[in-house]
Protein backbone atom coordinates (compact mmCIF):
# COMPACT_ATOMS: atom_id res chain seq x y z
CA UNK A 1 0.00 0.00 0.00
CA UNK A 2 0.73 3.72 -0.81
CA UNK A 3 2.21 6.53 1.55
CA UNK A 4 -0.87 9.15 0.58
CA UNK A 5 -0.54 12.59 1.65
CA UNK A 6 -4.06 14.20 1.28
CA UNK A 7 -4.07 17.99 0.65
CA UNK A 8 -7.06 19.78 1.56
CA UNK A 9 -8.17 23.14 2.94
CA UNK A 10 -6.27 25.75 0.85
CA UNK A 11 -8.01 29.67 1.05
CA UNK A 12 -10.77 29.75 -1.87
CA UNK A 13 -14.43 30.01 -1.24
CA UNK A 14 -14.51 26.33 -1.01
CA UNK A 15 -11.96 25.95 1.84
CA UNK A 16 -14.61 24.40 4.23
CA UNK A 17 -16.16 22.37 1.62
CA UNK A 18 -12.17 21.04 0.65
CA UNK A 19 -11.88 19.83 4.02
CA UNK A 20 -14.89 17.59 4.69
CA UNK A 21 -13.84 16.29 1.03
CA UNK A 22 -10.60 15.75 2.70
CA UNK A 23 -11.23 14.32 5.96
CA UNK A 24 -13.44 12.05 4.22
CA UNK A 25 -10.77 10.67 2.02
CA UNK A 26 -8.28 10.17 4.52
CA UNK A 27 -10.38 7.58 6.56
CA UNK A 28 -11.64 6.06 2.97
CA UNK A 29 -7.60 5.71 2.00
CA UNK A 30 -7.20 4.37 5.87
CA UNK A 31 -9.91 2.09 5.09
CA UNK A 32 -8.15 0.70 2.13
CA UNK A 33 -4.66 0.13 3.96
CA UNK A 34 -2.85 2.97 3.16
CA UNK A 35 -0.53 5.33 5.35
CA UNK A 36 -2.44 8.71 5.29
CA UNK A 37 -0.94 12.15 6.07
CA UNK A 38 -3.37 14.73 6.47
CA UNK A 39 -1.98 18.38 5.21
CA UNK A 40 -4.14 21.52 5.38
CA UNK A 41 -2.75 23.74 2.57
CA UNK A 42 -1.70 27.59 3.53
CA UNK A 43 -0.51 30.03 1.23
CA UNK A 44 2.76 29.25 1.97
CA UNK A 45 5.08 27.53 -0.87
CA UNK A 46 7.71 27.20 0.94
CA UNK A 47 5.79 24.62 3.44
CA UNK A 48 4.18 22.76 1.15
CA UNK A 49 7.46 22.00 -0.79
CA UNK A 50 9.19 20.87 2.64
CA UNK A 51 6.28 19.01 3.42
CA UNK A 52 6.37 17.15 0.23
CA UNK A 53 10.43 16.69 0.27
CA UNK A 54 11.52 17.03 3.44
CA UNK A 55 15.28 16.85 3.89
CA UNK A 56 16.14 13.28 3.61
CA UNK A 57 13.53 11.83 2.00
CA UNK A 58 10.71 10.26 3.24
CA UNK A 59 7.80 12.30 1.33
CA UNK A 60 4.35 10.77 0.60
CA UNK A 61 4.43 8.10 -2.72
CA UNK A 62 0.97 9.81 -3.85
CA UNK A 63 -0.94 12.78 -3.28
CA UNK A 64 -4.65 12.57 -2.97
CA UNK A 65 -5.88 16.21 -4.26
CA UNK A 66 -8.41 16.90 -1.89
CA UNK A 67 -8.69 21.26 -3.02
CA UNK A 68 -11.29 22.84 -4.24
CA UNK A 69 -11.73 26.38 -6.26
CA UNK A 70 -8.71 28.46 -7.62
CA UNK A 71 -5.25 27.79 -6.60
CA UNK A 72 -6.63 23.87 -5.74
CA UNK A 73 -8.22 23.02 -9.05
CA UNK A 74 -7.26 25.02 -11.74
CA UNK A 75 -3.26 23.72 -12.88
CA UNK A 76 -1.76 25.72 -10.05
CA UNK A 77 -1.15 23.10 -7.52
CA UNK A 78 -0.58 20.15 -10.18
CA UNK A 79 1.97 23.03 -11.71
CA UNK A 80 3.79 22.60 -8.41
CA UNK A 81 3.08 18.94 -8.22
CA UNK A 82 4.44 18.10 -11.90
CA UNK A 83 7.82 20.29 -11.52
CA UNK A 84 8.50 18.11 -7.72
CA UNK A 85 7.74 15.20 -9.90
CA UNK A 86 5.38 13.64 -7.52
CA UNK A 87 2.37 11.48 -8.54
CA UNK A 88 -1.21 12.88 -7.93
CA UNK A 89 -4.51 12.17 -8.28
CA UNK A 90 -7.09 14.16 -10.58
CA UNK A 91 -6.75 15.89 -13.87
CA UNK A 92 -3.19 17.70 -15.07
CA UNK A 93 -2.34 21.23 -15.69
CA UNK A 94 -4.06 21.65 -19.30
CA UNK A 95 -6.67 19.70 -18.09
CA UNK A 96 -7.60 21.48 -14.77
CA UNK A 97 -7.11 25.10 -16.06
CA UNK A 98 -9.10 25.15 -19.30
CA UNK A 99 -12.04 22.75 -17.29
CA UNK A 100 -12.07 25.70 -14.40
CA UNK A 101 -11.95 28.35 -17.24
CA UNK A 102 -15.92 28.14 -18.26
CA UNK A 103 -16.00 30.28 -21.10
CA UNK A 104 -12.77 28.51 -22.59
CA UNK A 105 -14.41 24.33 -21.59
CA UNK A 106 -17.43 26.31 -23.58
CA UNK A 107 -15.37 27.02 -26.28
CA UNK A 108 -14.06 22.96 -26.72
CA UNK A 109 -17.23 21.59 -26.06
CA UNK A 110 -19.15 23.36 -28.46
CA UNK A 111 -16.13 22.76 -31.20
CA UNK A 112 -17.15 19.02 -30.35
CA UNK A 113 -20.95 19.45 -31.32
CA UNK A 114 -22.15 19.59 -27.65
CA UNK A 115 -24.62 22.01 -26.94
CA UNK A 116 -23.92 25.07 -24.52
CA UNK A 117 -26.86 27.68 -22.99
CA UNK A 118 -26.92 30.60 -24.73
CA UNK A 119 -24.48 32.63 -23.29
CA UNK A 120 -20.97 35.64 -23.39
CA UNK A 121 -18.81 36.71 -21.35
CA UNK A 122 -19.14 40.39 -20.09
CA UNK A 123 -17.76 43.23 -17.97
CA UNK A 124 -19.37 42.66 -14.80
CA UNK A 125 -20.09 46.61 -14.58
CA UNK A 126 -22.05 46.46 -17.41
CA UNK A 127 -24.40 44.42 -15.24
CA UNK A 128 -25.65 47.96 -13.41
CA UNK A 129 -26.55 49.45 -17.07
CA UNK A 130 -29.36 46.94 -17.34
CA UNK A 131 -30.14 43.43 -18.38
CA UNK A 132 -27.62 41.82 -20.75
CA UNK A 133 -29.87 39.43 -22.41
CA UNK A 134 -33.92 39.00 -21.31
CA UNK A 135 -34.64 37.52 -18.06
CA UNK A 136 -34.37 34.74 -16.75
CA UNK A 137 -30.92 34.12 -17.17
CA UNK A 138 -27.66 32.87 -15.49
CA UNK A 139 -24.73 35.15 -14.16
CA UNK A 140 -22.00 33.37 -12.80
CA UNK A 141 -17.81 33.86 -12.06
CA UNK A 142 -15.36 32.66 -15.43
CA UNK A 143 -13.19 30.27 -12.90
CA UNK A 144 -15.42 29.32 -9.61
CA UNK A 145 -16.73 25.59 -9.04
CA UNK A 146 -19.67 24.46 -6.59
CA UNK A 147 -22.19 26.95 -7.58
CA UNK A 148 -19.99 29.85 -5.80
CA UNK A 149 -21.50 33.07 -6.65
CA UNK A 150 -23.83 31.77 -9.19
CA UNK A 151 -27.48 33.87 -9.43
CA UNK A 152 -30.40 33.42 -11.90
CA UNK A 153 -31.94 36.57 -12.31
CA UNK A 154 -35.31 36.63 -12.26
CA UNK A 155 -38.55 38.75 -12.94
CA UNK A 156 -38.31 41.79 -10.04
CA UNK A 157 -34.79 40.42 -8.73
CA UNK A 158 -32.38 43.49 -8.15
CA UNK A 159 -29.53 43.49 -10.80
CA UNK A 160 -27.42 45.69 -8.70
CA UNK A 161 -27.33 43.63 -5.97
CA UNK A 162 -26.17 40.88 -8.21
CA UNK A 163 -23.71 42.95 -9.33
CA UNK A 164 -22.38 43.63 -6.32
CA UNK A 165 -22.32 40.02 -4.92
CA UNK A 166 -19.73 39.38 -8.09
CA UNK A 167 -17.87 42.08 -7.91
CA UNK A 168 -15.22 39.61 -5.33
CA UNK A 169 -15.13 37.03 -8.08
CA UNK A 170 -13.41 39.59 -10.46
CA UNK A 171 -14.10 42.30 -13.08
CA UNK A 172 -15.57 39.47 -15.81
CA UNK A 173 -18.58 37.04 -15.40
CA UNK A 174 -20.47 34.60 -17.36
CA UNK A 175 -24.10 35.60 -18.92
CA UNK A 176 -25.97 32.38 -19.99
CA UNK A 177 -29.78 32.10 -20.79
CA UNK A 178 -31.50 29.84 -17.76
CA UNK A 179 -32.55 26.54 -19.15
CA UNK A 180 -35.42 25.10 -17.67
CA UNK A 181 -36.52 21.51 -16.95
CA UNK A 182 -33.84 19.37 -14.93
CA UNK A 183 -30.68 19.00 -13.32
CA UNK A 184 -28.19 16.06 -14.82
CA UNK A 185 -24.95 14.87 -13.85
CA UNK A 186 -22.81 12.37 -14.80
CA UNK A 187 -19.39 11.01 -13.02
CA UNK A 188 -16.45 9.55 -15.35
CA UNK A 189 -13.66 7.39 -14.51
CA UNK A 190 -10.72 6.75 -16.29
CA UNK A 191 -12.87 6.08 -20.00
CA UNK A 192 -16.00 5.17 -18.66
CA UNK A 193 -19.11 7.20 -17.62
CA UNK A 194 -20.40 5.75 -14.43
CA UNK A 195 -24.23 6.83 -14.33
CA UNK A 196 -26.51 9.42 -14.78
CA UNK A 197 -28.13 11.42 -11.76
CA UNK A 198 -30.71 13.76 -11.44
CA UNK A 199 -30.63 16.26 -8.34
CA UNK A 200 -34.13 18.05 -7.09
CA UNK A 201 -33.30 20.53 -5.16
CA UNK A 202 -35.77 21.68 -2.68
CA UNK A 203 -34.53 25.57 -3.04
CA UNK A 204 -35.10 27.79 -6.51
CA UNK A 205 -32.42 25.82 -7.53
CA UNK A 206 -28.79 23.66 -7.13
CA UNK A 207 -27.17 25.97 -5.49
CA UNK A 208 -24.01 26.25 -2.86
CA UNK A 209 -26.34 25.35 -0.03
CA UNK A 210 -28.38 22.69 -1.90
CA UNK A 211 -24.90 21.20 -2.94
CA UNK A 212 -23.71 20.73 0.66
CA UNK A 213 -26.72 20.66 3.07
CA UNK A 214 -28.12 17.45 3.74
CA UNK A 215 -31.80 16.72 3.17
CA UNK A 216 -31.72 19.61 0.62
CA UNK A 217 -31.48 17.97 -2.66
CA UNK A 218 -33.32 14.62 -3.90
CA UNK A 219 -30.25 12.20 -5.89
CA UNK A 220 -32.30 9.85 -7.66
CA UNK A 221 -29.46 7.70 -9.27
CA UNK A 222 -29.95 5.96 -12.41
CA UNK A 223 -32.13 9.56 -13.71
CA UNK A 224 -35.40 8.63 -14.26
CA UNK A 225 -35.61 10.24 -18.10
CA UNK A 226 -35.43 8.52 -21.58
CA UNK A 227 -32.88 5.68 -22.02
CA UNK A 228 -32.09 8.34 -25.43
CA UNK A 229 -31.30 11.37 -23.43
CA UNK A 230 -29.51 8.94 -20.38
CA UNK A 231 -27.15 7.69 -22.69
CA UNK A 232 -26.40 11.32 -24.74
CA UNK A 233 -25.68 12.52 -20.84
CA UNK A 234 -23.28 9.71 -20.56
CA UNK A 235 -21.75 10.11 -24.17
CA UNK A 236 -21.43 13.74 -23.77
CA UNK A 237 -19.40 13.28 -20.27
CA UNK A 238 -17.23 11.40 -21.77
CA UNK A 239 -16.35 13.13 -24.59
CA UNK A 240 -15.85 16.15 -22.34
CA UNK A 241 -13.58 14.69 -20.30
CA UNK A 242 -11.17 13.36 -23.16
CA UNK A 243 -11.35 16.62 -25.30
CA UNK A 244 -9.73 18.38 -22.31
CA UNK A 245 -7.52 15.39 -21.82
CA UNK A 246 -8.83 14.62 -18.23
CA UNK A 247 -7.61 12.05 -16.13
CA UNK A 248 -8.83 9.87 -13.02
CA UNK A 249 -12.48 10.93 -11.57
CA UNK A 250 -14.39 14.20 -13.46
CA UNK A 251 -18.26 15.14 -13.15
CA UNK A 252 -19.62 16.51 -15.97
CA UNK A 253 -23.37 19.08 -15.23
CA UNK A 254 -26.15 18.79 -17.59
CA UNK A 255 -29.44 20.31 -18.13
CA UNK A 256 -32.10 18.99 -19.41
CA UNK A 257 -35.22 20.95 -21.08
CA UNK A 258 -37.88 17.90 -21.26
CA UNK A 259 -40.06 20.32 -22.73
CA UNK A 260 -38.43 19.53 -26.22
CA UNK A 261 -38.53 16.46 -28.28
CA UNK A 262 -35.76 13.75 -28.39
CA UNK A 263 -32.87 15.00 -27.06
CA UNK A 264 -32.91 18.20 -28.26
CA UNK A 265 -32.71 19.90 -24.46
CA UNK A 266 -30.05 18.81 -23.32
CA UNK A 267 -26.87 21.01 -22.80
CA UNK A 268 -23.54 20.85 -20.76
CA UNK A 269 -22.52 23.64 -18.36
CA UNK A 270 -19.47 22.56 -17.20
CA UNK A 271 -16.66 19.90 -15.98
CA UNK A 272 -15.08 19.52 -12.90
CA UNK A 273 -12.20 17.86 -12.70
CA UNK A 274 -11.94 17.92 -8.60
CA UNK A 275 -15.70 16.31 -8.06
CA UNK A 276 -16.73 16.75 -4.56
CA UNK A 277 -15.99 13.80 -1.98
CA UNK A 278 -18.03 14.48 0.70
CA UNK A 279 -20.69 12.45 2.01
CA UNK A 280 -23.33 14.37 0.28
CA UNK A 281 -21.54 14.08 -2.99
CA UNK A 282 -22.50 12.82 -6.66
CA UNK A 283 -19.79 10.91 -7.93
CA UNK A 284 -19.03 8.45 -4.78
CA UNK A 285 -22.57 7.52 -4.26
CA UNK A 286 -22.92 7.18 -8.54
CA UNK A 287 -19.68 4.63 -7.44
CA UNK A 288 -21.55 3.75 -4.66
CA UNK A 289 -24.40 2.64 -7.09
CA UNK A 290 -22.27 1.10 -9.69
CA UNK A 291 -21.02 -1.30 -6.65
CA UNK A 292 -17.52 0.60 -5.76
CA UNK A 293 -16.83 0.76 -2.05
CA UNK A 294 -15.62 3.82 -0.73
CA UNK A 295 -12.11 2.08 0.08
CA UNK A 296 -11.87 1.13 -3.58
CA UNK A 297 -12.59 4.21 -4.55
CA UNK A 298 -10.00 5.87 -3.22
CA UNK A 299 -7.79 3.09 -3.99
CA UNK A 300 -8.69 3.25 -7.59
CA UNK A 301 -7.75 7.51 -7.76
CA UNK A 302 -4.35 6.15 -6.03
CA UNK A 303 -3.57 3.57 -8.27
CA UNK A 304 -4.51 6.13 -11.28
CA UNK A 305 -2.57 8.41 -9.91
CA UNK A 306 -0.31 11.22 -12.86
CA UNK A 307 3.12 10.06 -12.67
CA UNK A 308 5.34 13.57 -13.83
CA UNK A 309 8.32 12.43 -15.77
Request: glycine share 10%; with cysteine.
Amino acid sequence: MSKVAVLMGGWSPEREVSLVSGKACAEGLREGGHEVIEYDVKRDLRALIDFLRPMGGGGPDVVFNALHGKYGEDGCIQGILEVMAVPYTHSGVLASAIAMDKPMARHVFTSLGMRVAEGRVIERKSLAWGDPMPRPYVVKPIDQGSSVGVHIVREGDNLGAVELAEAKFGERVLVEKFVPGRELTVAVMGDKPVAVTELRPRTRFYDYEAKYTEGVTEHLVPAPIPAEVYELAKDWALMAHEALGCSGLTRTDLRWDDSKPDTQGLVVLEINTQPGMTPLSLAPEQAKWAGISWPQLMTWMVDNARRPA
